[in-house]
Nanobody, 124 residues
Framework: QVQLVESGGGLVQAGGSLRLSCAAS????????MGWFRQAPGKERDVVAA????????YYQDAVKGRFTISRDNAKNTVYLQMNGLKPEDTAVYYCAATRKNDLGSKSFEYDVWGQGTQVTVSS
């Protein structure tokens, strides 16, 4: 089983960009679909984006389509989330997660492994 560590969060003005990274330990990273989730205070944890094992398939939440890009480098055991055109409503704790399910639309409860989260704050 992999272990996940996120980095790259921070404070940014609206319209700005951030790149989140999630480094995985272990030798089975490429066996997992990887997802990025976010949770704002008082709200449920929602999927933001997901990427297939080889990186050829992706899924995005409607609210981030055209602004966020998920990618992975299996040689580096790392998944990324490039976030452009950030809005105040993107403010949340962002988590990366791994699932052995074969479905890019998997819900949060179907993910097996979670990182500790990284805070993203977008000021208006």
């Amino acid at each position: 089983q992999v272990q996940l560590v996120e980095s790259g969060g921070g404070l940014v003005q609206a319209g700005g960009s951030l790149r989140l990274s999630c480094a995985a330990s272990g030798r089975t990273f490429s066996n997992y679909i990887m997802g990025w989730f976010r949770q704002a205070p008082g709200k449920e944890r929602d999927v933001v984006a997901a990427i297939s094992r080889a990186g050829f398939g992706t899924y995005y939440q409607d609210a981030v389509k055209g602004r966020f890009t998920i990618s992975r480098d299996n040689a580096k055991n790392t998944v990324y989330l490039q976030m452009n055109g950030l809005k105040p409503e993107d403010t949340a704790v962002y988590y990366c997660a791994a699932t052995r399910k074969n479905d890019l639309g998997s819900k949060s409860f179907e993910y097996d492994v979670w990182g500790q989260g990284t805070q993203v704050t977008v000021s208006s």
